[in-house]
């Protein structure tokens, strides 16, 4: 029988979901975990211990899961619906991992949930499975099967958030190298957004940020047409 | 020995705070509680029943407190760290209301608080004190003293997301008469905005927001000089 989590080492009736985006060379994807021996799949989460502060747990839920630190994490959303969790779902879940758990279970309770969501380099994350997981895995986007519990609520509210937000959150990503190109901009423009963008509107509306700063045309054999190089101002 | 919420009748450690905006005729004011017999001053706020959602929760917090029902609230941020709370202030406030609480008491516990706003027109509410509060009253937004725990960080935050998100929850807010003219949609704008805006610019920018319908003229002695009138679209 495996290790279960008890009551005494987190805080009662609350956890925390990450909705973990990985982008990279125009793919956009999240990260799933499968259940033990089902179906099931959602997204990484956890409790909260008494002696962290919210976005410190969300950071050590985040880094058991990708192995990475110090990632741009921020919460979008409190989901708390009354019947949000199956806990029949729950129970054979926690069964097909060897835990028989009863109806006064810590986990059997109502559980608040407050979503955080990332964005990384998925090329960078070493995808590790909890201990009620099989797998630990990167889905794209676009075909995302359904999710356990709200979950799949969860992703669509986490995406929207990520699309609104992404002006300014830009920069906190980190997703770019030093020094980017406007069409390394816009690539990952279009992959988060999911549409085409017009590229002199992109252009006039991403300098207008004030976020950028263009460096000097690096001097090749074809100049003229090498494209201008930018990096955040400020970094 | 006033009554004191038991645990037994909410979810455990978790707390619902309301930052409730009123507008009326340029002005712009929050609701604030005043702890018994002391000076400190707090966001009205409550606990989740078993049989709530989130947003009920939330609703019924704010009928007790305003009287006003189905009212627009939106949940804007999660209020979390270890140490938010003092406490001390806690108990003293208990105290001076008539409850001693012991350390092992339900409130004495960490409380994770989901922050709610709203914006009402303060003119349709009766502010009503909670079992701990003396006073329940109207603050101008420009001279709001401190608040206890990370309350002024709430309303701090609230303001921000209330801004923000002007144009999309204008029409939920529903704080103007069915019909209104450019000028008290500025009005509104520049209160809660605190700034000035150029007429022609807000005038462009809000009928670009596609949620104005502009009606006739009303034909009045001095026609040409009557503003038009506009309703928002679909109400």
Redesign the interface.
């Known amino acids: 029988m495996s290790t279960l989590i008890s009551s005494v080492d987190y ?4 956890s925390i979901d990450c909705v973990i985006f990985g982008f990279h060379d125009n793919q956009l994807k999240i990260l799933l975990l499968n259940f033990k021996s089902t179906d099931w799949l959602a997204v990484p989460g956890g409790f ?1 211990k ?5 976005e410190e747990a969300a950071q050590r839920i985040l880094e058991e899961r990708t192995g990475l630190t110090n990632i741009y994490l921020e ?1 979008f ?2 989901f ?3 019947n949000r969790r199956d806990n029949e779902v729950m129970k054979s879940a926690m069964a097909a991992g060897g835990n028989i758990i009863g109806p006064d279970h810590f986990l059997m309770r ?1 559980f ?1 949930s ?1 979503g955080f969501y990332a964005l990384i380099d998925f090329t960078k994350a070493t995808p590790t499975p909890d201990i009620h997981s099989d797998t630990c895995e990167w889905y794209d986007i676009k075909e995302i099967p359904t999710l356990i519990y709200d979950h799949s609520l969860m992703v669509s509210k986490a995406l929207e958030t990520l699309r609104f937000f992404l002006d300014e959150k830009l920069i906190g990503f980190n997703l770019l190298p030093e020094v980017f190109t406007m069409n390394d901009l816009q690539n990952l423009y279009e992959t988060i957004l999911d549409k085409k963008l017009l590229r002199t509107n992109f252009q006039r509306k991403m300098l207008s940020l004030g976020i950028l700063e263009r460096l000097d045309k690096k001097m090749t054999g074809a100049a003229n047409k090498a494209p201008y190089l930018y990096r955040f101002t400020g970094k």
């Open positions: 805080l009662p009736g609350i909260i008494e002696s962290e502060n919210l919460q959303h409190v708390g619906d009354r109502r608040i407050i």
